[in-house]
């Protein structure tokens, strides 16, 4: 257990819906990233938020959008969801504002039918 | 722009016979190198990672790897594998924005 608590585990959601996976980091870490891993892609980094303010920014569609909260867990906003979005997204996290270590989530299984 | 390449994308060998996983990085600084397990619906667990010094570096589960600057790797060695080792592996190189390999299938034989 990596101490990363994601949810939910699952969602199955239709074409155009917009859903909101959740992320809460390791106590005591202040950066969170986003993943997204589908079999066509592997696994690409999205965004990456350190206390509160996005630092760094991957392969990130409009249509997507994340938020760090005070409390430090975060928030992945998918919107106007399309077939190729259903993919594994991970959330990861680290102490500080570089990667260093990071421990990732169990991770949300999106469906999109 | 910093990348991963992983060769090979699928390994098979018998229990308790030595693994080399390669993976070859491109990046424009001193790299920050790191090795992920991924098990079957499980998230991805670090192996091990480099920053600087000793080049060869040790990890958990019995995994080590070794960086070599002059031919842009950082391949992964186990010298004896387990059953349980059977997963995906991954590398990965990278600061904020961190580059993963595609990935290596490991397939452990009986």
């Known amino acids: 257990d990596s101490g990363v608590t994601q949810t939910p585990k699952h969602l199955i959601t239709a074409t155009g819906q917009r859903v909101t996976l959740r992320c809460s980091p390791r106590?005591?870490?202040?950066?969170v990233y986003w993943y997204q891993q589908s079999l066509d892609q592997g696994l690409q980094f999205l965004i990456q938020?350190?206390?509160?303010?996005?630092?760094a920014k991957g392969n990130i569609l409009e249509r997507f959008s994340a938020q760090q909260f005070p409390d430090l867990h975060s928030e992945l906003n998918l919107s106007s969801l399309e077939l190729g979005d259903s993919a594994l997204y991970f959330c990861?996290?680290?102490?500080?504002?570089?990667?260093?270590?990071?421990?990732f989530g169990p991770g949300t299984r999106l469906t999109v039918t | 722009a910093q990348s991963v390449t992983q060769p090979d994308i699928h390994i098979t060998v018998s229990e308790g016979a030595s693994l080399e996983l390669r993976c070859n990085y491109s990046?424009?600084?001193?790299?920050?190198l790191f090795w992920y397990v991924q098990s079957p619906g499980q998230g991805l667990q670090l192996l091990l990672k480099?920053?600087?010094?000793?080049?060869l570096v040790q990890g958990i589960k019995g995994f080590e790897a070794e960086f070599k600057r002059s031919q842009s790797s950082f391949n992964l060695r186990k010298p004896s594998v387990h059953w349980s080792d059977a997963a995906e592996y991954f590398c990965?190189?990278?600061?904020?924005?961190?580059?993963f390999g595609a990935g290596t299938r490991l397939t452990v034989k009986p």
């Open positions: 938020y350190y206390n509160g303010e996005e630092r």
């Open positions: 990046y424009g600084a001193t790299p920050y």
């Open positions: 990861a996290s680290s102490v500080l504002g570089s990667s260093y270590e990071q421990y």
């Open positions: 990965a190189v990278g600061n904020n924005d961190m580059r």
């Open positions: 106590s005591g870490d202040l950066s």
């Open positions: 480099y920053f600087s010094g000793d080049t």
